[in-house]
């Protein structure tokens, strides 16, 4: 079983930056792929970013593609999502989610959630 806890959200003008970080515990890391989802306002969840734990390879949604950057801190553990140029449209609930051995945008895929942070971008 993996825990996983969100932090690092809150309201940030258009362009401004944000850290999200999603410490986990429960597992060793090797192998298991870690991802960003969000859910906007009256949406759906929609996948943001994935990295695989022990190579580092990264998947990031077609969206957020050279603004976000996904990484990993091996030591404590915990996933990182840097929110640059940030847009009015990012702003929704961000869930860091754990899943297999495979980088993938798929929700049925990951396994176990975090509670969500709010991201809110103000134009």
């Known amino acids: 079983q993996v825990q996983l806890v969100e932090s690092g959200g809150g309201l940030v003008q258009a362009g401004g930056s944000l850290r999200l970080s999603c410490a986990a515990s429960?597992?060793?890391?090797?192998?298991?792929?870690l991802g960003w989802f969000r859910q906007p306002p009256g949406k759906e969840r929609e996948f943001v970013a994935a990295i695989r734990w022990s190579v580092g390879g990264t998947l990031y949604a077609d969206s957020v593609k050279s603004r976000f950057t996904i990484s990993r801190d091996n030591a404590k553990p915990t996933v990182y999502l840097q929110m640059n140029s940030l847009k009015p449209e990012d702003t929704a609930v961000y869930y860091c989610?754990?899943?297999?051995?495979?980088?993938?945008?798929?929700?049925?895929?990951?396994?176990?959630w975090g509670q969500g942070t709010q991201v809110t971008v103000s134009s």
């Open positions: 429960g597992r060793t890391f090797s192998g298991l792929t």
């Open positions: 989610a754990g899943g297999g051995t495979v980088v993938t945008a798929k929700r049925s895929e990951y396994d176990y």
